[in-house]
């Protein structure tokens, strides 16, 4: 009889185990799930700040059309992205748009100085902050689920409960590139 119970406290533990395991990666999978969106709402709002700033920049550069179409462009790019690969890549070329615009500011003075492009730009580099942060506290999220669901014994389990890979949010090589070069203005 004291074997059968060994035998059935073993299988009890091992089904403890197996539940506490699945419960743990559908944690970090709605860790993951809940980082992303916070990365959206901070994303949206810069795309509903960004019109604002082009409005804003046309009344003093009109004649600076290139720039403020690149800009919307990578905008309209920006809403349309699904999934943070596609995401990171669009937010890439936004914010390389935006650094050509802030550049154009400093050839024009009364742009400059406008309390509206000044208050613009503030609230954008306060979205840009939290962007950064919550594009951190996602990747986090997405690197230890990851990791989770490759250690074993999960990595043996985690791909028949379902179980896939995450995307890190990743401007991309060629972005990070067009970031580092300083815009060119000409006049």
């Not at 046309?58 to 596609?86: C, F, W």
Request: charged share 20%; glycine share 8%.
């Amino acid at each position: 009889m004291t074997p059968l119970y060994v035998v059935l406290g073993v299988i009890a533990l091992i089904i403890v185990y197996l539940i506490a395991l699945y419960n743990g990666l559908v944690a970090k999978r709605q860790q993951c799930n809940e980082s992303f969106s916070g990365i959206d709402v901070q994303l949206k709002l810069r795309q509903n700040l960004v019109p604002n700033l082009v409005d804003t920049v046309k009344g003093y550069a009109s004649h600076e059309q290139e720039t403020l179409d690149q800009v919307i462009s990578a905008r309209n790019s920006a809403m349309s992205a699904n999934g943070p690969a596609e995401a990171g890549a669009a937010e890439g070329l936004l914010t390389g748009a935006l650094g050509k615009l802030f550049a154009l500011s400093e050839a024009y003075p009364d742009l400059k100085a406008n309390t509206n492009f000044l208050q613009l730009q503030n609230e954008l580099s306060q979205i840009e902050d939290k962007i950064a942060a919550a594009r951190r506290f996602y990747n986090t999220a997405v690197g230890d689920f990851n990791t989770a669901i490759e250690q074993f014994p999960a990595v043996m389990l985690a791909g028949g409960w379902g179980f896939t890979q995450r995307e890190f949010f990743d401007l991309g090589e060629e972005q990070r590139e067009d970031l580092s070069v300083v815009p060119e203005v000409k006049f």
